[in-house]
């Protein structure tokens, strides 16, 4: 049997001051006590604090004394992520990226970070975040009308690709390929609609998932951090299209391209070609559509950007 009591209240406002949360309750969960096995004191921080719909979310766990492994998950338990260990922490540090869906409800939502001490005793902290609008604005658009209301005969392809494209998210996370902030694909201006409500023709259509960059056709498409290719073809709506598996449930998307440089299951750098950008498929003239998807969730990839450096393991930086 597990015992279940709460932390002293001058723990909780300690973790309240480290990360800026606005509200958190601690349970602690410990098995059966051993000699030498210590409680030890949680601290969970995350970054932003108070995340916006569609944003990417470092979770940090600090521990005082040495931890085996510890865990991430929403509160209905539905996805459940490791954490990383910190490579210079000695088991004192892990972390993992959250991913804020674009259409989750704003609101206070919790999270369970569950700790396994080096005597294998479970140990378990809230991290609860309240979740703010992404302020997403309207665009009106006016496309080809085959690309609002396809003709029947495209539509067997349209749902081949969808399944195809569902298959790409069901895959079980490959490891982390990545260790710090991401480029851009393109050198060119980032547009503020990500999330964007969209009428085409006057009809309303799907939230914008990603941000659009506004370069001229022909420009070079780049990876922004090393993956493996895990989708390269021309699609109904996106034409163009490569999707990169940076590990870890991390994905980013490339849409519209002109032209394709890489195959499925590739290996790319940071800074190897993908493509080119174009106007293929559904859109309004050239840009590159940027894309990101962690864990499932529809994120901003601009986000990308500012992640913090995590070192790669060395089994993870020799696959
Ligand atoms: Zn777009």
Redo the contacts with the bound molecule.
């Keep these: 049997m597990r015992l279940l009591r709460t932390i002293g209240a001058s723990a909780v406002a300690g973790l309240l001051a480290v990360s800026g949360l606005r509200a958190a309750a601690v349970a602690v969960a410990s098995g059966p006590g051993k000699t030498g096995c210590r409680e030890p004191r949680l601290q969970v921080s995350a970054s932003p604090s108070t995340p916006r719909q569609g944003a990417i979310v470092a979770v940090t766990l600090r521990s005082d004394v040495p931890l085996e492994r510890a865990t991430l998950s929403d509160a209905s338990g539905a996805h459940v992520a490791p954490m990383e260990p910190d490579a210079e922490a000695s088991g004192r540090v892990f972390r993992a990226l959250w991913g804020i869906d674009f259409e989750a409800s704003p609101g206070v939502r919790r999270f369970r970070v569950e700790a396994i001490g080096l005597c294998e005793d479970a140990r378990a902290t809230i991290w609860q975040a309240r979740i703010v609008s992404g302020r997403f604005p309207v665009q009106s658009l006016t496309v080809d009308p085959a690309f609002v209301e396809p003709p029947p005969e495209e539509r067997e392809r349209i749902e081949r690709e969808k399944k195809e494209v569902a298959r790409v998210w069901s895959k079980p996370p490959t490891a982390r390929r990545w260790d710090a902030g991401f480029r851009l694909p393109v050198a060119a201006p980032l547009r503020a609609n990500f999330g964007a409500r969209r009428i085409f023709n006057g009809q309303p259509r799907s939230r ?1 998932n ?1 941000v ?1 960059l506004a370069a001229a056709s022909g420009a070079p498409v780049t990876a922004p951090a090393p993956g493996t290719v895990a989708l390269a073809e021309d699609l109904y709506f996106s034409g163009g299209t490569v999707i990169v598996d940076h590990g870890d449930g991390l994905f980013t998307t490339y ?1 519209h391209l002109s032209r394709i440089d890489v195959a499925a299951g590739d290996a790319v750098r940071a800074g190897d070609s993908l493509g080119a950008v174009g106007a293929t498929g559904r859109a309004t003239g050239p840009h590159l ?1 940027w894309g990101a998807r962690l864990n499932g969730a529809r994120v901003n990839p601009a986000d990308l950007q500012g992640l913090p450096r995590w070192r790669l393991r060395e089994d993870e930086g020799s696959r």
Aim: proline share 0%.
């Design positions: 914008h990603g659009d849409f559509h």
